[in-house]
């Protein structure tokens, strides 16, 4: 388990095989603060946030898996609200080439219907999924 809490208990849960390799950029980025070192700290924040990013894509398929495998209504809602949510972030993911008409997309095409929520199926799910690993190059 993590004391994390906020974006970086997600980055622990969605980016665990990288979370020693950011702390370690923060560390880095630090000591080039301190050493006026622009060329390390830009590649530092860089490689913070394509990690950043691909911890939200991989939160929001987590929450879109969530959504499939629900037992409950209430289990599914919590999972497309969280899902959602990661989905709408994923228009600042700009390192990974993704915009506002990217996470648009996603999110119209899941839960713009006439019953909304109660509309989502399995395809629109696999669509999304399909859409954000192929963006994130996340197999």
Do not use: M
């Not at 809490?5 to 980055?11: M, P």
């Not at 622009?38 to 879109?64: D, T, W």
């Not at 898996?65 to 629900?70: D, E, L, M």
């Amino acid at each position: 388990t993590s004391n994390e809490s906020f974006l970086g208990s997600y980055v622990w849960e969605y980016n665990y095989d990288n979370y020693s390799k950011i702390h370690l950029a923060f560390l880095k980025g630090r000591a080039a603060i301190i050493n006026k070192d622009q060329v390390v700290l830009k590649e530092q924040a860089n490689f913070i946030r394509s990690q950043f990013e691909v911890a939200i894509a991989n939160a929001a398929l987590g929450y879109l898996g969530k959504w499939r495998t629900g037992t409950s209504d209430a289990a599914r809602a919590h999972a497309i609200g969280e899902g959602a949510g990661f989905i709408y972030s994923l228009r600042f993911c700009k390192l990974n080439g993704a915009n506002i008409n990217f996470s648009d997309g996603i999110l119209k095409e899941l839960l713009v219907s006439p019953n909304g929520f109660w509309d989502i199926t399995n395809e629109k799910v696999l669509s999304a999924e399909n859409k954000i690993k192929a963006q994130f190059k996340i197999n």
